[in-house]
């Protein structure tokens, strides 16, 4: 029997996502939606990437510092925020490439409310004429309208349509690092004399590095397919590339890519392990993923002391500027002291450059 029924009526209401072409310099996106960080949130992040510095743990021990309570950790508040961009910015991207002049300006609170605005400021279309490069400079702020972090992005996104001119290329200026006289306002003056040693899980303050002193963070955090799928999706993270297996059959790499923010958060949980007291960061000067990460790799981590700063006038915290390399499959142990530069190993997935704060 024949269908004599009209022909059905797609809809254009879903979210393709925007592609190369659609951006254009200048362009402000104002990023749905507006979340609320609950303890359910953090409790979640805990359980995936297993965080124990102190003043993110424990209200008593924030609060025996001089703090209101204990803060939400900063790759957390910096996941939600990006979070919020994916589908504007990068659901049709192939992937994220670096980041630079990322700053947190204001502790985060249970409670708070956390929305995301971006400017675009570089384009760069590829050429192979398939892809595109755009900068992106995001602001987070919360209910208040102040803002919580600042940083800037660049994706590598697909085209549309091979034909679709290519825009004029821009190349942003960006800094090679946030000046350490910046960086006080991201936390109020704590009480360094009632800072416990033992409790925070470490004997080492600012004093204790040295520049050029290499840390190996020594343990090693295989990454599980749902793990990672579940800290995507905690941040609302749409991407493409880290959900659908089916589509991802299709792709050179055959598979799900694991979303970059979840090899940083790993590498800054690893780290405890040498910087207990490392427990604020300030600041992201730089970070590159050198390759991808997949579900049933082992990240390891090392860091390295570049930098070692006072912080304004302050003199209960000083600032240590960490490179940290993340290595997948590769024990940083045998990068430690024959490898003049670790990031030119095999095997090596992250190089982040940031600011820490310690107590003095």
Not at 27 to 44: F, K, M, N, S, Y
Not at 159 to 179: G, I, M, T
Not at 224 to 246: C, M, P, S
Not at 330 to 357: C, F, I, K, R
Request: charged share 20%; with cysteine; proline share 4%.
């Amino acid at each position: 029997m024949t269908d004599t029924s009209s022909p059905k009526i797609l809809s254009a209401k879903t979210n393709r996502g925007n592609f190369f072409e659609d951006f254009r310099m200048g362009q402000e996106i104002v990023h749905a939606t507006p979340r609320t960080v609950t303890g359910g949130d953090v409790a979640l992040y805990t359980a995936l990437y297993g965080n124990r510095f102190a003043v993110q743990s424990s209200d008593a021990f924030a609060k025996s510092i001089g703090l209101a309570h204990a803060t939400v950790d900063d790759l957390l508040v910096f996941h939600i925020v990006f979070g919020k961009t994916v589908p504007d910015v990068s659901l049709n991207a192939v992937a994220n490439l670096g980041y630079a002049e990322c700053r947190f300006v204001k502790p985060v609170s249970v409670g708070d409310t956390l929305s995301s605005r971006s400017e675009v400021i570089g384009l760069k279309e590829n050429s192979n004429g398939e892809t595109g490069v755009v900068h992106v400079r995001t602001v987070g702020r919360n209910q208040h309208g102040e803002i919580v972090l600042s940083f800037v992005r660049w994706v590598m996104v697909r085209k549309l349509r091979r034909d679709a001119p290519a825009p004029q290329s821009v190349a942003p200026k960006l800094a090679a690092q946030v000046s350490p006289n910046v960086l006080g306002a991201c936390l109020p003056k704590i009480d360094t004399a009632a800072y416990d040693f033992d409790a925070s899980g470490s004997p080492y303050r600012f004093g204790d590095y040295a520049v050029g002193e290499r840390i190996d963070h020594v343990d090693g955090i295989t990454v599980e397919e749902a793990e990672h799928q579940l800290a995507t999706r905690l941040y609302q993270n749409t991407a493409k590339v880290h959900f659908d297996g089916f589509a991802a059959k299709q792709t050179r790499f055959g598979k799900r890519l694991i979303y970059g923010g979840v090899v940083i958060s790993l590498a800054r949980s690893l780290s405890f392990n040498g910087l207990g007291n490392a427990f604020k960061i300030a600041a992201i000067n730089s970070g590159r993923h050198v390759a991808p990460l997949f579900a049933g790799d082992t990240v390891y981590a090392m860091s390295e002391v570049i930098e070692a700063a006072n912080v304004g006038n302050r003199r209960d915290v000083g600032a240590l500027r960490l490179r940290t390399i993340a290595t997948k499959d590769v024990p940083s142990t045998s990068l430690m002291q024959h490898v003049a530069d670790p990031s030119t190993v095999e095997g090596v997935v992250l190089d982040l450059d940031y600011w820490v704060l310690l107590p003095i």
